[in-house]
Nanobody, 114 residues
Framework: QVQLVESGGGLVQAGESLRLSCAAS????????MGWYRQAPGKQREMVAT???????NYADSVKGRFTISRDNAKNTMYLQMNSLKPEDTAVYYC????????WGQGTQVTVSS
């Protein structure tokens, strides 16, 4: 079992930055892929960024060049640095890990005002 706790969401103005954190506990040795997803009102959940055990990253086209996914193995924590935020980035952000099965965090709200 893997437990995920997200933090760092909030209300910011367009152009500002936020950093989301996802702290993992439990069977973290089994994690193969970690990622951030988001879901805006009335829309489907979409991939924002992923990070594999070997360090490969993948980003949605809409966030390339603005968002950076990273991890701190010593703290068992994954991050999403979000710069130059836009109103269309407003959503609930979820962290997800694949460790024999899929685990989701509880979500954290990010609201970007224009």
């Amino acid at each position: 079992q893997v437990q995920l706790v997200e933090s760092g969401g909030g209300l910011v103005q367009a152009g500002e930055s936020l950093r989301l954190s996802c702290a993992a506990s439990g069977s973290i040795f089994s994690i193969n892929v970690m990622g951030w997803y988001r879901q805006a009102p009335g829309k489907q959940r979409e991939m924002v960024a992923t990070l594999t055990r070997t360090g490969n990253t993948n980003y949605a086209d809409s966030v390339k060049g603005r968002f950076t996914i990273s991890r701190d193995n010593a703290k068992n924590t994954m991050y999403l640095q979000m710069n130059s935020l836009k109103p269309e980035d407003t959503a609930v952000y979820y962290c997800k890990v694949i460790a024999f099965k899929i685990y989701w965090g509880q979500g954290t709200q990010v609201t970007v005002s224009s």
